[in-house]
């Protein structure tokens, strides 16, 4: 927190996203580590929200959770967290990727619980599991049930939500998968929050800084602090920077300030060109053929 010589005060939030932690030591380790010194030495903010994909690749990996938990202790300021594809699984049926209830809780236990609203000042900032839209899972049933109950106690107020997600903004990446939420889980959550004065949208996923405006709310995507995607790939994805880092954010009174932060230090790697992506894969290939396995008995 910052006061000016008007007496004005700003708040300064980081969203931080994709850090893909895990056991094993390699560059997305020492990427947090740097990213955490610079975080406390140099933003210094009151609260971070990170937004999904805390761990590597695996949703079913306790170690790779307790990691994580670890590693992200290393950042001074309260931290809330949403889920991520990788850390539940994906909101559609994708066999094993799938997002499940074991998956949800074990999240749950570690990070704490998720949907949340956390008032920031004067605005509300609102934290959504985009991995549950449209699952039929009891779940996202409660989310909804969730953000019925706490729209009234936001209206005519100031609102920012986060999810993994994006919200607005559609794509399709090489695999087939869906980048945004379903327009109509979309819709349903401005119907719901109608009564509030949304900022904006930040999400995480796309590994890439992008802002634009939809009328005067934001999107936002915030960076990976792990990894880069494939070139490849960059071209069937909307233009955004390419490059690691986070977001930061300055909240006076309901103005917001939204900046792109670099961090000096990260080791800019894609995906696919790190040993823990090798290690990953072969750890995955085990557990999908696992669950086939006991799918056919």
Request: glycine content about 8%; aromatic content about 10%.
């Amino acid at each position: 927190m910052t006061t000016s010589t008007d007496g004005t005060t700003t708040l300064r939030l980081v969203q931080i996203s994709d850090t893909h932690l895990s056991r094993w030591d390699g560059p997305l380790r020492r990427n947090f580590r740097t990213l955490a010194r610079f975080v406390n030495e140099t933003l210094r903010p009151d609260l971070v929200v990170h937004a999904g994909d805390s761990v590597l690749s695996n949703p079913d990996s306790e170690e790779d959770y307790r990691a994580a938990k670890e590693l992200l202790s290393l950042i001074d300021a309260p931290m809330l967290l949403i889920p991520g594809n990788h850390d539940v699984g994906e909101p559609y049926e994708r066999t094993w990727w799938t997002a499940t209830a074991e998956r949800l809780a074990r999240h749950r236990r570690h990070f704490g619980p998720a949907p949340w609203l956390h008032w920031f000042g004067d605005v509300a900032l609102i934290g959504l599991n985009s991995q549950i839209f449209g699952t039929g899972l009891p779940e996202e049933d409660q989310q909804w049930r969730w953000l019925a109950d706490v729209a009234p106690s936001i209206e005519d107020r100031a609102a920012v939500l986060f999810l993994h997600k994006s919200f607005w903004t559609g794509y399709c990446g090489s695999d087939g998968r869906q980048g945004a939420i379903d327009p109509v889980d979309r819709d349903r959550v401005l119907d719901t929050l109608r009564a509030a004065r949304l900022l904006g949208v930040s999400n995480g996923d796309v590994h890439r800084y992008r802002k634009t405006w939809h009328g005067a709310q934001f999107e936002l995507w915030g960076p990976s602090t792990a990894f880069l995607v494939h070139r490849e790939e960059t071209e069937k994805l909307p233009a955004g920077l390419e490059q690691l880092g986070v977001v930061l954010f300055e909240f006076t009174g309901e103005r917001v300030k939204a900046t792109f932060q670099t961090t000096p230090g990260l080791e800019e790697v894609e995906v696919g060109g790190f040993e823990e992506s090798r290690l990953i894969r072969s750890e995955i290939a085990a557990a999908m053929r696992q669950a086939e396995g006991a799918a056919t008995t």
